[in-house]
């Protein structure tokens, strides 16, 4: 039986009627709704710590909550009533990271990871530490556990190890405990530091960890033996602040077969040419409630979600993708927008050809629509080769089209642009002109990855529609954008191929010599002081003359990865979805999580102070709420109801809950969520004075002139409807 719509009177008659069949399927449909979302708001605040609140954890059924803090406390809280249940000094000498509670042991034991590289197991009802671990060496991040295994829990330090541990078996710290998992200084060389790791609640063999680079690692632990590993410490002397390097050892070598790596298509390029800005590092990942998914904050970056089980290559190009049929004779048949906007009398036309412009757009008002039955009289009678290609969009993707593309066109709100895209594909996903246009619209917002999502939609236009011209050269122009210059060149050459009688227009030309200048500066880069190959060979010209502080700094990170960990990187998988708007660059424990029974929406802190919530479908901004004074990062969801706690630098608590609707506002609740999210993506591009600025309320000129530097160099912009 299918739920319909959030009637929760009716959903409840057929709760009574169905039973347990319905039971299920009624929490799912109803723990979290689109009408909740839009009335969260404040509950209440927890007040009890002295210091910022790290970490937050709810237990299996959501009657307690459990924080970790700065002031070195852990406190269990009644959610409900609003009350501490008791507070327990953990005896860490270092900020608190992570809290969990040990699954199956009544409530009664808690873990907590700190950054004084100590793993400490409490008993609650004792108010005692029963158990100390200093197994590690560098701070201690995160902590995993499995469903129904109290005696179990995983670490993740940033002294680059995942260890296990085993409370059935008695342990002794030295200085080779054997309970390292994972050690990634023997694969990408010293300074490996583990950020986060997660179990995955319906296949516990799988642990993802996150790590001081833009890579997830996926591990099947039944392929995983527990070993020791030994630090050397003599190579740091003098180097507080740079973590311990592990000795080389043979039992850290993993089976291919053991991990997959999945990584946005866009980050290695980007990750290797970050100077002079912090280094892309992941926050925090979590599977998706049916274990299927892999939701993943990255530092200095965007949200990412990852499909555990499809494999999604990169989305570059290869020579002879998309060439169109021997069937068309090298005739390229106009697609039923442009036969449309032809009966519409639309401008931008020569000799019955549409000229090849910056965005390709015309102006199309509402008002001028042809009915649906108009329409399908110009499409052809005989099945075209590309049946997705002809179909015309439903009345309501066709407004939000046209309303797209006037905010395009005429307001030059990209981003408001993108948002009524993504909802008109959602209705149409087979619509290659959707697809088309929203890659325009990526290319000419150009927040952190839109380069490469615009590639992405390149892509899936041209499946849908082989000889969408537009499609095709905005493919090529991407490729060039992300310097993969030999893509890019055989993509023209191949759009040459296609559609021979576009290339004597402008852009065309333009394009062909913008990529031939970059191949020729590839070829000699030696006059290009910021070139990674000039820079190199500068140096080893002239050895004395470099920096004496130059001397000490490590080779760059290309350099010290094992050949495993380079053949691993290169079989790594893409994203699904992408989720934009909030900040990561101030702090390292930043999350992002699931909201539902079904993963429907998504939410991430930000260093705004706010946090914002996704539409999982459309990738939408839905609500944006103020969540601390200066940074949130933690937002965990209650296990069954639509309650949501938050912290961040203030030493409070917040409890979040749909409110009655009396009519009142929300005062926390952000209302130019595009605003907000525009400002995030200026703060994360700038340089870390500039960010000091910005979390202090002001600006630099730089900063305020970056999106309008960026649409000056633009070409004129001939709006020409897709």
């Not at 210059?485 to 290339?503: I, V």
């Amino acid at each position: 039986m299918e739920l319909r719509g959030s009637n929760i009177s009716e959903h409840i008659q057929q709760r009574t009627y169905e039973g347990r069949k319905l039971r299920k399927k009624f929490q799912r449909s109803s723990h979290v709704t689109e009408s909740m979302i839009h009335r969260l708001g404040l509950e209440t605040e927890l007040e009890g710590h002295r210091g910022c609140v790290n970490c937050l954890e709810w237990n299996h059924d959501g009657s307690l909550l459990v924080s970790g803090s700065d002031d070195l406390h852990a406190i269990v809280w009644d959610p409900i009533r609003h009350k501490q249940k008791c507070s327990l000094r953990t005896n860490h000498h270092g900020n608190i990271f992570s809290v969990k509670f040990l699954p199956n042991s009544n409530d009664s034991s808690i873990v907590t990871a700190a950054g004084d590289c100590k793993v400490h197991v409490h008993s609650l009802p004792r108010l005692e530490t029963s158990e100390t671990f200093s197994c590690h060496v560098g701070r201690v991040k995160r902590i995993a556990t499995a469903p129904n295994v109290p005696y179990m829990f995983w670490s993740a330090g940033e002294d680059g190890t995942v260890r296990q541990f085993d409370l059935r078996m008695p342990h002794n710290c030295s200085e080779r405990c054997s309970n390292v998992l994972v050690n990634l200084n023997a694969y990408i060389g010293g300074h490996a530091e583990c950020k986060c790791l997660a179990v995955n609640q319906c296949r516990p063999e799988q642990l993802a960890v996150g790590a001081s680079d833009p890579y997830v690692r996926l591990y099947d632990m039944r392929m995983l033996s527990p070993h020791d590993v030994s630090f050397s410490y003599m190579e740091y002397l003098g180097h507080p602040l740079h973590s311990p390097t592990a000795e080389p050892d043979s039992l850290a070598r993993i089976p291919s077969n053991c991990v997959q790596y999945f990584i946005a298509g866009h980050l290695p390029a980007k990750d290797s040419s970050r100077r002079g800005y912090p280094t892309l590092a992941i926050t925090y990942l979590t599977f998706s409630p049916s274990g299927h998914e892999l939701l993943v904050n990255i530092g200095g970056e965007q949200v990412y979600l990852f499909d555990v089980n499809r494999a999604r290559s990169p989305k570059l190009y290869k020579l002879g993708d998309y060439a169109l049929r021997p069937s068309t004779n090298g005739v390229v048949k106009k697609d039923v927008s442009e036969q449309v906007a032809e009966v519409l009398g639309s401008n931008g036309t020569t000799n019955g050809l549409h000229l090849v412009h910056s965005n390709g757009f015309h102006r199309v008002s509402a008002s001028d629509l042809p009915s649906s039955s108009s329409i399908s009289k110009l499409i052809p009678a005989r099945e075209s080769q590309f049946p997705n290609r002809n179909k015309p969009l439903s009345l309501r993707a066709e407004l939000l089209k046209l309303e797209a593309n006037k905010f395009y066109c005429d307001v030059k709100d990209f981003t408001a642009a993108i948002r009524l895209y993504n909802q008109a594909i959602h209705i149409s996903p087979h619509s290659a002109v959707l697809y088309g246009n929203r890659a325009a619209a990526f290319m000419k917002r150009r927040w952190d990855g839109d380069l490469y999502a615009a590639i992405r939609d390149c892509h899936s236009a041209l499946q849908l529609d082989p000889s969408h011209r537009k499609a095709h050269f905005r493919l090529a122009r991407g490729l060039l954008g992300l310097a993969r210059l030999k893509e890019a060149q055989d993509c023209l050459n191949q759009f040459k191929e296609k559609f021979p009688e576009y290339t004597k227009y402008k852009e065309f030309k333009a394009m062909e010599h913008d990529i031939r200048k970059a191949l020729l500066k590839e070829a000699d880069p030696s006059g290009d002081p910021y070139s990674e190959r000039g820079a190199t060979s500068s140096t080893a010209a002239s050895p004395t003359s470099a920096s004496p502080s130059l001397e000490f700094l490590p080779p760059s990170r290309d350099q010290l990865l094992s050949e495993h960990e380079r053949d691993v990187r290169g079989r790594a998988y893409d994203y699904q979805d992408r989720f934009c708007g909030h900040c990561n660059t101030t702090t390292d424990i930043k999350e992002a999580n699931f909201f539902g029974s079904n993963g429907q929406y998504i939410m991430a802190g930000s260093d705004d102070g706010s946090f914002f919530i996704w539409d999982r479908k459309t990738t939408n901004i839905i609500r944006v709420l103020r969540g601390d004074d200066s940074i949130v990062n933690c937002l965990q969801p209650h296990p069954s109801s639509c309650l949501l706690a938050s912290s961040g630098i203030d030493p409070v608590i917040r409890l979040w809950s749909p409110r009655p609707e009396d009519g009142s506002t929300e005062v926390r609740c952000i209302k130019e969520a595009d605003s907000a999210a525009t400002a995030n993506q200026r703060r994360m591009k700038a340089d870390p004075f500039e960010v000091m600025l910005l979390n202090m309320g002001l600006s630099t000129s730089s900063a305020q002139g970056e999106i309008s530097d960026d649409e000056s160099s633009e070409r004129p912009v001939h709006c020409q409807q897709s």
